[in-house]
T-cell receptor
Framework: DAGVTQSPTHLIKTRGQQVTLRCSPK?????VSWYQQALGQGPQFIFQ???????QRGNFPDRFSGHQFPNYSSELNVNALLLGDSALYLCASSGGQGARGQPQHFGDGTRLSIL | AQKITQTQPGMFVQEKEAVTLDCTYD???????LFWYKQPSSGEMIFLIY??????QNATEGRYSLNFQKARKSANLVISASQLGDSAMYFC????????????????FGAGTRLAVHP
């Protein structure tokens, strides 16, 4: 049973470029959330997708956008990259948006470095 | 306002001993969930244990237990019989109800505690 898979593992971009990160949720999960984890900090919630719609959003600018596909996989897009966007980007999946006791399962993350 | 506070940036423990990692939280909701995750140096976040706000008994999962004191708003993680493989970052997280979407899934993390287990 495959867990949450993210691609790519590492990515190096320059300021001003655009990047797309991908996530496949754990089998049976239909909700995908994205988090940004800067070095030495806890993850910060970016947004959550359920039924192909953005359901919740954290305090991130519009440069951060996403998409969820019918097979529940998701993409995170970041435009006009800034040095401060350098971080580990984590994707998490769970089953059922309102399942209170169900934990989110995380992927290994994509480490994005901006030069 | 900081919702999750982990006051111990780093902790040391001898192998086979028990260790407690502190976590306090701030919420006005009655219904919420508390989670602990482990993050090894490789980066993946590993779910350890969950405590619901209405759960009367403290959660336990193998060597992990959660000391839940609702009135004090604390949810400390206890790791018994520490092993070298327990060396990692540990994050406490809370999930509240999002009143707009009606969903529970947004996790709020603390800054983490780095645990080092010594032989």
């Amino acid at each position: 049973d495959a867990g949450v898979t993210q691609s790519p593992t590492h990515l190096i971009k320059t300021r001003g470029q655009q990047v797309t990160l991908r996530c496949s949720p754990k089998s049976g999960h239909d909700t995908v959330s994205w988090y940004q984890q800067a070095l030495g900090q806890g993850p910060q919630f970016i947004f959550q997708y359920y039924e192909e719609e953005e359901r919740q959003r954290g305090n991130f600018p519009d440069r951060f956008s996403g998409h969820q596909f019918p097979n529940y996989s998701s993409e995170l897009n970041v435009n006009a990259l800034l040095l401060g966007d350098s971080a580990l980007y984590l994707c998490a999946s769970s089953g059922g948006q309102g399942a209170r006791g169900q934990p989110q399962h995380f992927g290994d993350g994509t480490r994005l470095s901006i030069l | 306002a900081q919702k999750i506070t982990q006051t111990q940036p780093g902790m040391f423990v001898q192998e086979k001993e028990a260790v407690t990692l502190d976590c306090t939280y701030d919420t006005s909701d009655q219904s919420y969930g508390l989670f602990w995750y482990k993050q090894p140096s490789s980066g993946e976040m590993i779910f350890l244990i969950y405590q619901g706000s209405y759960d009367e008994q403290n959660a336990t999962e193998g060597r992990y237990s959660l000391n839940f004191q609702k009135a004090r708003k604390s949810a400390n993680l206890v790791i018994s019989a520490s092993q070298l493989g327990d060396s990692a970052m540990y994050f406490c997280a809370m999930r509240e109800l999002d009143v707009i979407s009606g969903g529970y899934n947004k996790l709020i993390f603390g800054a983490g505690t780095r645990l080092a287990v010594h032989p």
